[in-house]
């Protein structure tokens, strides 16, 4: 009688933990939904779904603008901002700099092969350069798609289809004017870079401070975009004609 009621209250015991266990896993499993749905409903810059290192294509490129390899991004970082002082502040230009490179190579290179017979050794090595011809294909391929899509946006905007877009475009051709007011192309190409190379990482540091910001941010334009298409865009005759044959 002993050893059955021994048995009995372990079944008990046993069919107890097994309730518990199935009431924490359904717990978790309620937790980890209800977190994906909190998580899905934070508000991500430009809309993005993917971390930042994956929107840059998860590669040695999204590396070296997000510091991964630190040694890498500043060797970069100085390469550049050697570039800039020597093209901008010492006034050197491209065309002179390869004309001086291409020379101090080819007479080291002659140097070079016509000592060897004094010397009795080996002329140099020059390998034979030549440009693939699926890589010249493929870059141009490229920038065609780039060119055919930028002047797609172009059309789209002139059209007067958008006008968000159409404020955006204006919006990034005037700053792009005072840019080129303020400094000159190699000025700008340099803080473009330096610009790719802080910013990234900056954000990615940062980037529920920066969402939260941004969230309210495009709530407060959307408040005032509201204001403005109904007191001025909705009072515009071609723009109601469109809006009804869009509905």
């Not at 940062?206 to 403005?228: P, Q, R």
């Amino acid at each position: 009688m002993a050893e059955e009621h021994k048995e009995e209250s372990e079944s008990l015991m046993e069919k107890i933990k097994e309730k518990l266990h199935d009431s924490s896993s359904s717990s978790d499993s309620d937790n980890e939904s209800t977190a994906a749905t909190i998580k899905a409903k934070i508000f991500r810059l430009f809309g993005r779904e993917q971390p930042v290192h994956k929107v840059f294509g998860g590669g040695q490129p999204a590396d070296i603008l997000l510091w991964r390899n630190k040694k890498v991004s500043a060797g970069v970082l100085a390469g550049a901002t050697a570039i800039w002082v020597f093209f901008e502040l010492m006034e050197y230009h491209f065309l002179t700099l390869i004309g001086h490179c291409l020379i101090l190579s080819l007479a080291i290179l002659f140097l070079w092969s016509n000592a060897t017979t004094f010397i009795n050794k080996s002329p140099p090595h020059i390998p034979v350069v030549e440009v693939p011809e699926d890589l010249v294909v493929n870059i141009a391929l490229s920038l065609r798609y780039e060119i055919n899509r930028g002047f797609s946006v172009l059309r789209d905007v002139a059209s007067g289809r958008d006008l968000k877009k159409f404020l955006a475009v204006a919006a990034g051709l005037w700053v792009l004017s005072i840019l080129g007011n303020c400094c000159n192309f190699i000025t700008l190409f340099y803080i473009v870079f330096v610009a790719l190379l802080t910013v990234p990482v900056l954000y990615e540091k940062y980037e529920d401070k920066v969402d939260s910001f941004a969230e309210k941010g495009t709530a407060e334009f959307k408040k005032h975009y509201a204001v403005f298409h109904a007191k001025v865009v909705s009072k515009i005759p071609n723009a109601q004609l469109k809006s009804k044959k869009l509905h």
